[in-house]
Nanobody, 124 residues
């Protein structure tokens, strides 16, 4: 499965962006999809995940209530709607696909397909 993330850009604090992760060579229906982000000088961190089986969603506390992960089966994409963006949301955002066990959903090592990343910059 090849993944491609898009939708990043420069936005002012309080603004919104919608990231999209497109899959080719496979379908998202058989994978859990996670969004992670990596700021300069920091490790990749979990943002949100959409589970394969029951469509349950998980969010890091820092984005709860502001970010929404969803799947578009028709377009074979998983999207991350981001509102009320903050400067600390600035990072390269990556989407990953895998079949992690529940306790590993927030771990990047549990995902084995990755997109190239899309840069989100939030200015203050």
């Amino acid at each position: 499965v090849q993944l491609q993330a898009s939708g990043g850009g420069l936005v002012q604090a309080g603004g919104s962006l919608r990231l999209s992760c497109a899959a080719s060579g496979g379908t998202f229906r058989t994978y859990t999809v996670g969004w992670f982000r990596q700021a300069p000088g920091k490790e990749r961190e979990f943002v949100a995940a959409l589970l394969i089986n029951n469509m349950r969603t998980y969010y890091d506390d820092s984005v709860k209530g502001r970010f929404t992960i969803s799947r578009d089966n028709a377009k074979n994409t998983v999207n991350l709607q981001m509102i009320s963006l903050k400067p600390e949301d600035t990072a390269v955002y990556f989407c990953g696909a895998g079949r992690p066990i529940l306790s590993s959903v927030t771990s990047s090592s549990a995902y084995y397909y990755w997109g190239q990343g899309t840069l989100v910059t939030v200015s203050s």
